[in-house]
């Protein structure tokens, strides 16, 4: 969330100088009442007017607004909801809010809403809406905040976030003796190996993060291996065999949007069985 702010005294507030010389030389009242009426003559901007009233300066008008984007943190879904709001807060005249949504088109819409307050500020508020798909995920829009309190239009980006959990998960092959764990995820998958039933052995295996490397070719790789892919959202599996003689590796993987209810000794057989092997060569 971004944030600004456009001027130097608070919306709507009051510096007062206390003058009642008692406490203090008269003289040294008068010159702490010139300083505060020159430090708020300097930090107003100059689109901000004073009216001094007695011992007090008083911001009247063009009072700029706090500016901000917040995300509404949507998931993956089919239906209508908030991506953002941006909002112009606090100003004096009311702000204009307005998004540029450029190619999403009718696909977001968007809705403004003011709420005037007793100090004569307002707050504007513009949402915007639409359907959580992966296919909007990443889009950049832009909200646009203009009006008689600011010198210039200010324009903050956006990058609408839809939040998933990883999609599904293939294991592919970077070489002959190394594997990589792929899926589409956001926030991104963190990745992780596991051999089912057994330890990973360091001498024979390198995990660096999604990939997964064969350093020996031995009987001892045997195995149903998993890689496990992850986020704040949920996670996924995909699975690869692995079978070992005389020093050629032999290598099967399936991928499974759920883990499959299938044990170790069946998955081998039916890899085994059905051919589906790929030759990994031999070191």
């Not at 430090?39 to 700029?64: K, W, Y």
């Not at 995920?137 to 998933?164: P, R, W």
Request: net charge positive; charged share 15%; hydrophobic share 40%.
């Amino acid at each position: 969330m971004r944030r600004k702010r456009g001027g130097w005294l608070d919306r709507g507030s009051q510096m007062t100088a206390h003058l009642t010389g008692r406490s203090m030389p008269r003289y040294f009242s008068l010159i702490t009442c010139r300083l505060l009426l020159i430090s708020a003559l300097l930090f107003t901007r100059e689109a901000d007017a004073l009216q001094v009233i007695g011992g007090s300066v008083t911001a009247i008008q063009g009072v700029p607004p706090f500016t901000s984007v917040m995300d509404n943190l949507p998931t993956l879904g089919t239906e209508e909801v908030l991506f953002a709001t941006c909002t112009a807060a606090g100003s004096k005249p009311p702000a204009e809010v307005r998004w540029l949504t450029g190619a999403l088109g009718d696909k977001v819409r968007t809705t403004t809403n003011s709420t005037q307050y007793d100090n004569g500020t307002t707050t504007t508020v513009s949402s915007l809406f639409g359907v959580p798909t992966r296919k909007i995920n990443g889009h950049q829009v832009q909200c646009v905040i203009s009006g008689d309190s600011l010198s210039t239009e200010e324009t903050l980006a956006f990058t609408i976030q839809v939040y998933f959990s990883p999609i599904e998960v293939k294991i592919s092959a970077i070489s002959e003796d190394s594997f990589e764990c792929v899926t589409e995820a956001n926030p991104n998958a963190k990745f992780t190996w596991i051999r089912s039933g057994q330890y990973l052995l360091e001498s024979a295996v390198k995990v660096e993060g999604a990939n997964l490397q064969l350093l020996s070719l031995t009987s001892d790789l045997n195995g149903l291996y998993q890689c496990e892919a992850s986020n704040a959202y949920g996670s996924k599996h995909g699975q690869l065999y692995m079978h070992v003689t005389s020093g050629t590796c032999r290598v099967a993987w399936a991928l499974f949007l759920v883990l499959l209810s299938l044990n170790v000794g069946a998955a081998a057989w039916y890899f085994y069985k059905s051919g589906r092997f790929q030759s990994c060569g031999s070191k």
